[in-house]
């Protein structure tokens, strides 16, 4: 398939599946967007990169060099991880009424 033909085709579907403001906008402007948005959400919903880099045909090297400035918001997923890795009760939890895990001393 020509580049002609693959970017006719592309934008057809552009504007079949988006809304005007939708296809002013820079969403979906190359198919690369698709595959970086589905990427970047695999990552960011926990998948291991192992997983992702297999699914993405990457090394797991290159993976995290391209995509690790879009993993956001994972702290306190990893740190609760950890902590029932650990057995440790999370920060804050409330035991025996006492508050952040402090036990009351009699």
């Not at 002609?4 to 402007?29: D, F, K, V």
């Not at 997923?77 to 895990?101: K, T, Y």
């Amino acid at each position: 398939m020509s580049g002609n033909t693959y970017a006719s085709a592309w934008r057809r579907a552009r504007e079949a599946a988006l809304t005007l403001a939708q296809l002013r906008s820079p969403l979906a402007r190359r198919p690369y967007d698709l595959r970086h948005a589905a990427v970047s959400t695999w990552l960011n919903v926990g998948v291991p990169a192992p997983q992702v880099a297999e699914w993405a045909g990457h090394s797991v090297h290159i993976l995290l060099k391209v995509y690790a400035k879009c993993i956001d918001g994972q702290e306190e997923a990893a740190r609760r991880r950890i902590e029932n890795a650990l057995g440790i009760e999370p920060a804050g939890a409330d035991r025996a009424g006492s508050p952040s895990g402090v036990q009351d001393r009699q």
